[in-house]
Every structure is written in structure tokens, then in C-alpha cells.
């Protein structure tokens, strides 16, 4: 019988200031799940959507009262019993890592995946003025081969410009976070074309998808905030590709579902992540092995990480050793 051990509250110092178009972070709390079955522990992670309400206090009371139910705690039932969202993601993790524990098999093996390889992720050049942001990109380019640039709906033209400027030889991809309702967005994307960005991610508001029917973009669009499961395609007529989240998802098995009927669609895979340790970055380390797009910097933009956490070495992710290895 599985049991939910613990689910705590944590606050982790961010380095230096995550600025994007909706605010600014200095820390981030998250939520640490622990389940068992008298033997094993098993841990999780998840940050909260803050823009959907959730608080990392909230998510606890949420893992906390699903343990006092009346039902057995497994990972398909959690898809019918809790709300996607960090709360989910977390319990869903802790119970990955249990069972690769009791199994002695890593979770990758368990779910079919790919054995995890380093990968390349995306540095993310936060909000700023240009000239900032060009300082930024010149100092990340230095490691990584793939930079992406927030904007905010107003002189994104010239912040694009200074990132391209700052790394001339990076890829570039941008994330509007919802911020060109207002713009005209077709000439957005062809003013940003020459500067080589390769996606933008969510132009417009969750619930107005409408508004890039029948755009003629020569750079495709990635669903962040408007595609949290399964259930969002068929509302996403107008995007090109998805960026899967595990908080916005509810766990990494509700992800892998996502991932599997959004190629079933053609639809191009972007792994996401909220800022957070490497304990919730490991699993979505593993899904991420099959993505076009990684963006997988959330422990990197701590000031410090877990023990055993993910590495990054000449802009490369390593695997690491603190979650679902089985031992």
C-alpha cells in the first residue's frame, strides 16, 4: 500500500532576477512530495502555475488531502483524481521514483523512453532593456548554443535585435508570454525572421488561438500557456508546435501522453520547464530526449541546486543521480 509521506514547502534563491513580461522573481517556492511503501521513498517536485492561482502552499493541502481518500494512490489514478498542475506533477514524480526503486530499473527504462544523452538546452535572456539583453546574450553565447529571448509586446524588434547582436552565432527563439493580442502579429514574425529566430513561443493570449488562423508567419508558433494537456489540441489549430510543461501537464505521465497525440497531429515537441530544482527537471530531462526544442534551465537559473542535480558542461544538460535511477 502506497502511502503519501510528505509534502513540504521550499523557497530556492534565484540568481541574480527571472524578469518576463508578467513580473519579476528573485526566488521560487516549490512543492517536495514523498510517498513509500514501507520499504522505498519516492520524491517529486513541482512549481506552481502562479498565473493559473496556484501557490506552492496550496499544491501541499492538495497532495496532503489526496492521501487522506479513500482509494489507492497510483499514477493512473491520479489522471482522474487530482487537476493537472503542480500538485499532480509532483505526487505523479514521487511515484515514478518509487516504482524505479522497487522495480531497480531507472524510470526510463520503465516508461520506454530513450536513455537519457546530454542535451543541449535553451539559456533564457530574461526581460530588459536592449542594451542589457545584449550584454546577456554576448555572455551566455559563450556556453550555450541556443538562447531564449523574452519579450513583452512593446520594442520586442529592438531587443531581438540586440540579442542577435550580442550572439551573432547562437539560434535564437523568442517567448512573447501572451503579450501581441494588440500587435499585428504576421508582420511581428517577418520583422523577426531576419534576425534568424526559429519559433515564438505563446504570441497571444490563452482562449484567443483564433487569432493566428490563417497567419502567413515564417517562423512557426509554440502553445505554452494555451496547451496544459491532451485535452488543449484540439483548440490549437493555429500553432505549429507545443511546449510541454510537467507542472502545466500534471506529471510526467500525463506528459508523455501529450507528447504522443501532439506528433500524432504533427505537431513539433518542445520541452519546457518552471524554475525549479533539478529534482523537478529530471523527469522532463527524460522527455525532453525526443524534442525538436529543449528549455531546460530552470536549476541553471538558481543560485544553487540540489545535490546530485543536473550539471550543464559546454552548454550541455547531464544526466543526474537524484531522481528515478532505481537504486
Given at each position: 500500500?502506497?502511502?503519501?509521506?510528505?509534502?513540504?514547502?521550499?523557497?530556492?534563491?534565484?540568481?541574480?532576477?527571472?524578469?518576463?513580461?508578467?513580473?519579476?522573481?528573485?526566488?521560487?517556492?516549490?512543492?517536495?512530495?514523498?510517498?513509500?511503501?514501507?520499504?522505498?521513498?519516492?520524491?517529486?517536485?513541482?512549481?506552481?502555475?502562479?498565473?493559473?492561482?496556484?501557490?506552492?502552499?496550496?499544491?501541499?493541502?492538495?497532495?496532503?488531502?489526496?492521501?487522506?481518500?479513500?482509494?489507492?494512490?497510483?499514477?493512473?489514478?491520479?489522471?482522474?483524481?487530482?487537476?493537472?498542475?503542480?500538485?499532480?506533477?509532483?505526487?505523479?514524480?514521487?511515484?515514478?521514483?518509487?516504482?524505479?526503486k522497487?522495480?531497480?530499473?531507472?524510470?526510463?527504462?520503465?516508461?520506454?523512453?530513450?536513455?537519457?544523452?546530454?542535451?543541449?538546452?535553451?539559456?533564457?535572456?530574461?526581460?530588459?532593456?536592449?542594451?542589457?539583453?545584449?550584454a546577456?546574450?554576448?555572455?551566455?553565447?559563450?556556453?550555450?548554443?541556443?538562447?531564449?529571448?523574452?519579450?513583452?509586446?512593446?520594442?520586442?524588434?529592438?531587443?531581438?535585435?540586440?540579442?542577435?547582436?550580442?550572439?551573432?552565432?547562437?539560434?535564437?527563439?523568442?517567448?512573447?508570454?501572451?503579450?501581441?493580442?494588440?500587435?499585428?502579429?504576421?508582420?511581428?514574425?517577418?520583422?523577426l525572421?531576419?534576425?534568424?529566430?526559429e519559433?515564438?513561443e505563446?504570441?497571444?493570449?490563452?482562449?484567443?488561438?483564433?487569432?493566428?488562423?490563417?497567419?502567413?508567419?515564417?517562423?512557426?508558433?509554440?502553445?505554452?500557456?494555451?496547451?496544459?494537456?491532451?485535452?488543449?489540441?484540439?483548440?490549437?489549430?493555429?500553432?505549429?508546435?507545443?511546449?510541454?510543461?510537467?507542472?502545466?501537464?500534471?506529471?510526467?505521465?500525463?506528459?508523455?501522453?501529450?507528447?504522443?497525440?501532439?506528433?500524432?497531429?504533427?505537431?513539433?515537441?518542445?520541452v519546457?520547464?518552471?524554475?525549479?530544482?533539478?529534482l523537478?527537471?529530471?523527469?522532463?530531462?527524460?522527455?525532453?530526449?525526443?524534442?525538436?526544442?529543449?528549455?531546460l534551465?530552470?536549476?541553471?537559473?538558481?543560485?544553487?541546486?540540489?545535490?546530485?542535480?543536473?550539471?550543464?558542461?559546454?552548454?550541455?544538460?547531464?544526466?543526474?543521480?537524484?531522481?528515478?535511477?532505481?537504486?
Amino acid at each position: 500500500m502506497i502511502e503519501i509521506v510528505s509534502a513540504k514547502v521550499e523557497r530556492w534563491k534565484v540568481d541574480g532576477a527571472f524578469i518576463i513580461s508578467r513580473g519579476a522573481k528573485t526566488d521560487v517556492d516549490v512543492v517536495v512530495c514523498e510517498v513509500t511503501d514501507g520499504t522505498h521513498i519516492g520524491r517529486g517536485e513541482g512549481t506552481p502555475i502562479y498565473y493559473e492561482g496556484e501557490t506552492a502552499e496550496l499544491c501541499a493541502d492538495a497532495i496532503l488531502m489526496r492521501g487522506k481518500q479513500r482509494r489507492k494512490i497510483t499514477r493512473e489514478d491520479l489522471l482522474d483524481s487530482m487537476m493537472e498542475g503542480a500538485a499532480r506533477n509532483a505526487l505523479d514524480c514521487a511515484l515514478w521514483d518509487l516504482e524505479a526503486k522497487q522495480a531497480g530499473k531507472p524510470v526510463w527504462q520503465l516508461a520506454g523512453l530513450p536513455q537519457p544523452q546530454p542535451l543541449g538546452t535553451a539559456f533564457t535572456i530574461s526581460l530588459a532593456d536592449p542594451a542589457k539583453m545584449e550584454a546577456d546574450a554576448r555572455e551566455a553565447a559563450k556556453t550555450y548554443k541556443l538562447l531564449k529571448c523574452k519579450l513583452t509586446g512593446e520594442g520586442d524588434r529592438e531587443r531581438v535585435a540586440a540579442v542577435r547582436k550580442g550572439a551573432p552565432g547562437a539560434r535564437l527563439i523568442v517567448d512573447a508570454n501572451e503579450s501581441w493580442d494588440e500587435l499585428d502579429i504576421e508582420a511581428e514574425a517577418h520583422a523577426l525572421a531576419a534576425f534568424g529566430v526559429e519559433l515564438i513561443e505563446q504570441p497571444v493570449s490563452a482562449g484567443e488561438e483564433d487569432l493566428l488562423l490563417g497567419l502567413n508567419s515564417p517562423i512557426p508558433f509554440c502553445a505554452d500557456e494555451s496547451c496544459h494537456t491532451h485535452e488543449d489540441l484540439d483548440r490549437l489549430e493555429g500553432y505549429q508546435a507545443v511546449n510541454i510543461k510537467l507542472d502545466k501537464a500534471g506529471g510526467l505521465t500525463e506528459a508523455m501522453l501529450l507528447a504522443e497525440k501532439a506528433r500524432m497531429r504533427g505537431l513539433d515537441i518542445m520541452v519546457g520547464c518552471m524554475l525549479g530544482t533539478s529534482l523537478g527537471i529530471a523527469p522532463a530531462f527524460l522527455l525532453g530526449q525526443k524534442a525538436k526544442w529543449v528549455d531546460l534551465d530552470g536549476a541553471l537559473l538558481l543560485a544553487k541546486d540540489r545535490k546530485g542535480g543536473l550539471k550543464q558542461a559546454s552548454g550541455l544538460l547531464q544526466p543526474g543521480s537524484l531522481w528515478g535511477e532505481g537504486a
